[in-house]
């Protein structure tokens, strides 16, 4: 990998942070770090520090809200059969559980259903319709997918007087699909303060608008926070806003009480101590998403709802089976991918993305194998397998770049395609593959910088070693949870030396013993995955930088601050 390019934020004006620091009683890298966030004033602060479920918008204020909870109450009244719908990923599987979980607590007439990834694919499908109809369903609450199923919209309407209210969260049409209402913030047309939510966050916000509607405690639906945020952390979207407070209150929830299923999920994967954002990431969303990726979706969402601990321990270690199954796969492919870029000279040394397929690759782990080769070959990428005499793919971007426009551009080389500026999926014909390979690079080559093209490291701010207390580190654990857009802080340190001669720590990872002479400061640092890039250099340079993040380290009931490196200039 290329060298990463360090970017710094903003300096914030020097007035208002002193203001801040002087306000709020603490230093003044701390308080630069708040106004970073464009919080300026003592009252942003508290409500920062102290997130309250108060500060939910008014969902009333997302267009078409009103229609979709009328007829949600229709429905209810009239006794008919609604059927809960959800993609099979984290998103669609928690959002599947919260609505279907929480009309469960009081209405007895309810179906739940997820498409198979490899029969039925993304989105609404016809199976699934037709399914609906069998069991005489007449309302589809559809969450995190639908937005652009105009034409299976259409088709429930027409053929089996099926209505949908569809609760997605993805970019829309100009024309959307003819459903009894279409809650997405990101319609052009829609108001709604914050546009950010997951799918299930849009289905939070219809069922708290029900409960308001219905005079329901809102406490009842509380009880289901825990699935947001797993819902929040795997969908990576902004941690700010309406999904700061739920991400919040969320994880109180899965730290103190657990729905079943996440508790014995949890114990499965071996995982004992607070869960953060970042642990939802890398230890909940892939064991919940493997179901889907490997055999069916169904098995989460049955997880998710059980009320049985031995039953869910049960359903738990199946999927902790498909997880290690995924990985065996994932880890495979990854190496077929990179062999395919290191032996074919244009794509090594003259494309500025990546496209590859194979037909028999795995199609539940290639967005996981793009994300990987983006690791080594930071450019946009796009891994293809076959589906159904199709190539289906998933496209992965670099920071900054706006992935789902250049993939937009080729429209007329797919027969289908969606997702977000990072992140999307789409299915080709197969004779398409090259001519969709060459225009894509040609759109990105023209679009993309070279800045862009460079792994970057995003800086907050510059200190001294010497300002690192327990204090300080306690202050900044205040901004948490951290996620996009309000990310771990990340430090630089100059003019830093060795103490004591580095350490390599199983083969790969470096522990360091860093000495800041100008203070006296003296910390320990764990670089992982350093070692083939930075032992060398160390030995053999007196002076250095470093970027990271403060992090406590617990050995033999005693816990001190250490820093994790990101990454080291000379």
């Not at 720590?505 to 203070?519: A, G, I, S």
Request: glycine content about 6%; proline content about 3%.
């Amino acid at each position: 990998m290329s060298e990463k390019r360090w970017s710094y934020k903003a300096v914030p004006n020097s007035q208002i942070v002193n203001d801040l620091a002087e306000s709020l009683s603490i230093d003044k890298a701390l308080a630069s770090m708040l106004v970073q966030r464009s919080i300026i004033d003592f009252d942003e602060a508290k409500d920062f520090f102290r997130p309250k479920l108060e500060h939910l918008h008014d969902p009333f204020l997302m267009a078409d809200m009103g229609k979709a909870v009328n007829r949600l109450m229709e429905a209810i009244e009239n006794g008919e059969k609604i059927m809960v719908y959800g993609d099979y990923d984290v998103d669609g599987t928690t959002a599947v559980a919260l609505v279907y979980g929480f009309l469960s607590t009081f209405y007895g007439n309810l179906e739940y259903y997820n498409p198979d990834r490899y029969e039925e694919g993304y989105g609404v499908s016809v199976q699934g319709i037709e399914w609906a109809a069998e069991q005489g369903v007449s309302l589809v609450i559809c969450l995190d997918c639908g937005i652009k199923a105009q034409s299976k919209v259409s088709l429930a309407k027409q053929k089996f007087g099926i209505d949908f209210i569809i609760c997605d969260h993805h970019e829309t049409d100009e024309n959307l699909p003819d459903a009894v209402a279409v809650l997405d913030p990101k319609r052009k047309d829609c108001l709604y303060p914050y546009k950010e939510l997951t799918g299930n966050g849009v289905g939070f916000k219809l069922l708290q608008a029900y409960c308001l509607r219905n005079e329901i405690p809102l406490e009842n639906l509380f009880e289901f926070l825990d699935l947001c945020v797993v819902s929040i952390g795997s969908d990576i979207v902004p941690i700010t806003g309406e999904n700061r407070v739920l991400a919040y209150f969320g994880l109180k929830k899965l730290n103190e009480n657990p729905r079943i299923g996440l508790k014995a999920l949890k114990e499965i994967a071996g995982f004992k101590t607070l869960m953060t954002i970042e642990n939802v990431v890398f230890v909940l969303g892939p064991r919940i998403n493997a179901a889907g990726r490997i055999k069916h979706a169904k098995a989460a969402v049955q997880l998710l709802l059980s009320n049985d601990y031995d039953e869910a321990l049960e359903f738990a270690g199946e999927i902790q089976k498909q997880n290690t199954e995924r990985k065996t796969f994932d880890s495979r492919i990854t190496e077929e991918a990179l062999a395919m870029i290191e032996g074919d000279e244009w794509l090594l040394n003259t494309a500025k993305s990546t496209v590859l397929y194979r037909e028999d690759w795995h199609k539940g782990v290639i967005g996981i194998v793009a994300s990987r080769c983006i690791e080594k070959y930071y450019r946009p990428t796009i891994i293809l397998t076959k589906s159904h005499e199709k190539a289906a793919g998933s496209a992965r971007s670099v920071a900054g770049f706006n992935l789902y426009g250049a993939i937009e551009e080729c429209a007329h080389l797919l027969e289908q395609f969606g997702g977000h500026t990072h992140a999307a999926g789409m299915t080709l014909p197969i004779e398409n593959i090259e001519a969709f390979r060459m225009a894509f690079d040609k759109i990105v080559s023209k679009t993309i910088t070279m800045e862009q093209l460079t792994p970057v490291v995003k800086i907050d701010l510059k200190i001294k070693l010497a300002e690192i207390s327990s204090k300080f580190y306690r202050i900044m654990n205040l901004m948490a949870p951290f996620g996009p857009e309000n990310m771990q802080p990340i430090f630089v340190s100059e003019n830093l030396t060795l103490k004591y001669a580095p350490r390599v720590m199983k083969e790969k990872h470096l522990r360091l013993e860093l000495f800041e002479e100008e203070t006296g400061a003296i910390f320990t640092a764990v670089g992982f995955g350093m070692v083939e890039e930075h032992f060398a250099k160390l030995n053999s340079t007196k002076y250095f930088s470093i970027a990271y993040q403060i992090d406590e380290n617990t050995f033999n009931n005693n816990t001190t601050l250490q820093l994790m490196l990101k990454d080291v200039k000379y």
